[in-house]
């Protein structure tokens, strides 16, 4: 009962409210940049969008993961970016305004990418097992507007038509959502703990890959097409820091099965870990000036 109630309404409640103080701190130019700043955004967005997943399928294959260690991992692919990025991105001296522009059209974007990949990751993985799981396109598409689309876009009319007070509440509602969330993670994560070490047993190993790949992966190609360090940084952060709330919410509120969001638990340790560093090690440079398309 205390896990259903707060993994159908405390989680989702928590994502709503990050993605209303993160719609608090855009303005329409940040989608705008995509049309004047091409390349960093369609590089970012790549490798959140494509790369991410292909990764990620290829680990599940290439480690013969069971079907609910799979599907859990591509749950987790599957939701790029999120306010976390953001965060750590501030803290390495990135370029925030490409992190927040990523962030925000990811977000947008994974109304239509989610549903199809976890539809394909479902009926691939799941295919001679006993789990038979249907995803409804429609009703997750509903779902991710509501937690994630209308947030933002309130919070976007929020910081437009009461600009001083979106401003002045950013560091508050940044902590108050921050709070939330590890509150109500932890509880979850302690109510399941013991699928919590199996999960390490078994995903470990896959969900390091996939962070150090996929991180590695962004920096790479951002340095190819002669990106600066900024956008760089900027990049790999957002390919390696998933949205584990979102992930989250998928796993346990529309397929729900707790299961499936185990390896987002053990993701997030990885996650934390790498970003961790990054932010120790990047923070301490100083800071230099540049535009999203250097």
Request: hydrophobic share 55%; net charge positive; charged share 10%.
């Amino acid at each position: 009962m205390i896990v259903t109630l707060l993994t159908k309404v405390f989680l989702p409640l928590s994502l709503a409210i990050i993605m209303l103080g993160m719609g608090m701190t855009l303005i329409p130019a940040d989608f705008t940049r995509i049309f004047k700043f091409p390349k960093a955004i369609f590089i970012g967005l790549v490798n959140q969008l494509l790369l991410l997943p292909i990764i990620a399928f290829s680990l599940a294959v290439a480690f013969n993961l069971d079907p609910i260690m799979a599907v859990g991992v591509m749950i987790l692919a599957a939701c790029p970016g999120g306010p976390t990025s953001n965060l750590i991105t501030q803290v390495c001296k990135g370029n925030i305004a490409l992190s927040v522009t990523l962030t925000a059209i990811a977000s947008f974007a994974s109304i239509i990418t989610i549903p199809f990949i976890l539809s394909y990751a479902l009926e691939y993985f799941g295919t001679g097992t006993d789990v038979i799981i249907k995803l409804p396109i429609m009703d997750t598409i509903l779902q991710i507007m509501v937690i994630t689309v209308i947030p933002i876009s309130i919070g976007m009319f929020i910081r437009k038509y009461k600009s001083n007070f979106a401003i002045r509440m950013e560091k508050p509602m940044r902590i108050a959502s921050t709070v939330i969330f590890i509150l109500v993670f932890i509880a979850v994560i302690a109510a399941n703990f013991h699928m919590l070490g199996d999960a390490m047993e078994r995903v470990g190993i896959v969900t390091l890959l996939l962070n150090i790949l996929t991180m590695g992966a962004g920096y790479l190609t951002a340095r190819l097409f002669k990106l600066n360090l900024k956008n760089a940084i900027s990049i790999s952060v957002e390919s390696g820091i998933q949205n584990g709330t979102l992930a989250f919410v998928i796993a346990t509120t529309i397929l729900n099965n707790i299961e499936m969001g185990i390896p987002t638990g053990a993701y997030a340790i990885w996650m934390f870990t790498t970003g961790g560093i990054l932010m120790w090690q990047l923070g301490k440079r100083k800071e230099t000036t540049s535009s999203i398309n250097a």
